[in-house]
T-cell receptor, first 113, second 114 residues
Framework: DSGVTQTPKHLITATGQRVTLRCSPRSGDLSVYWYQQSLDQGLQFLIQYYNGEERAKGNILERFSAQQFPDLHSELNLSSLELGDSALYFC????????????FGPGTRLTVL | AQSVSQHNHHVILSEAASLELGCNYS??????LFWYVQYPGQHLQLLLK????DPLVKGIKGFEAEFIKSKFSFNLRKPSVQWSDTAEYFCAVNARDSNYQLIWGAGTKLIIKP
């Protein structure tokens, strides 16, 4: 157990819908990262937050957005869902003193029908 | 742009065989290197990492990796694999000036035959 929690574990929804994925980092970690893992694209970095502020963006679609709240948990919002958004979404966190090492949550498996 | 390539997508070995999984990266600057493992149905776990110093790093569960700067490589090794090593292995890199975001290889699925 890495100490990073994600909810829900599984999510099944329809095209065009909007969902919110939640992540709680390890205690004390200020950095949160979101990744998408799909069969055709592999693991891709989406976005990073540090202490509530966005720090880096990767291959995140405009339909997707995220935020990190004052209690440091983060949410990834996916809207106007398409079949191709079906994937495993991972959250990771890292400590301020070792921001290079990321610890991953169990992921949320999103299925868009 | 940075990229990471893992040479083998699937590897099948018998128990007690030796393992070497290849990883090469492309980036001209200073990098940190990682191997993560994903057991079936589980989340990614850090196996080992290289930041600086001794290029031969030891990780958990008997794994080690060697950083060869001249070859831009960071190959993962284990002298004798076990059935429980069946998993997918990912090599990842971040550049020291990259805001810590990881660039991932495509992964290698390792199957150990009992």
């Amino acid at each position: 157990d890495s100490g990073v929690t994600q909810t829900p574990k599984h999510l099944i929804t329809a095209t065009g819908q909007r969902v919110t994925l939640r992540c709680s980092p390890r205690s004390g970690d200020l950095s949160v990262y979101w990744y998408q893992q799909s069969l055709d694209q592999g693991l891709q970095f989406l976005i990073q937050y540090y202490n509530g502020e966005e720090r880096a963006k990767g291959n995140i679609l405009e339909r997707f957005s995220a935020q990190q709240f004052p209690d440091l948990h983060s949410e990834l919002n996916l809207s106007s869902l398409e079949l191709g958004d079906s994937a495993l979404y991972f959250c990771a966190s890292s400590a301020s003193r070792d921001r290079d090492t990321q610890y991953f949550g169990p992921g949320t498996r999103l299925t868009v029908l | 742009a940075q990229s990471v390539s893992q040479h083998n997508h699937h590897v099948i070995l018998s128990e007690a065989a030796s393992l070497e999984l290849g990883c090469n990266y492309s980036y001209g600057g200073t990098v940190n290197l990682f191997w993560y493992v994903q057991y079936p149905g589980q989340h990614l776990q850090l196996l080992l990492k290289y930041f600086s110093g001794d290029p031969l790093v030891k990780g958990i569960k008997g794994f080690e990796a060697e950083f060869i700067k001249s070859k831009f490589s960071f190959n993962l090794r284990k002298p004798s694999v076990q059935w429980s090593d069946t998993a997918e292995y990912f090599c990842a890199v971040n550049a020291r000036d990259s805001n810590y975001q990881l660039i991932w290889g495509a992964g290698t699925k390792l199957i150990i035959k009992p």
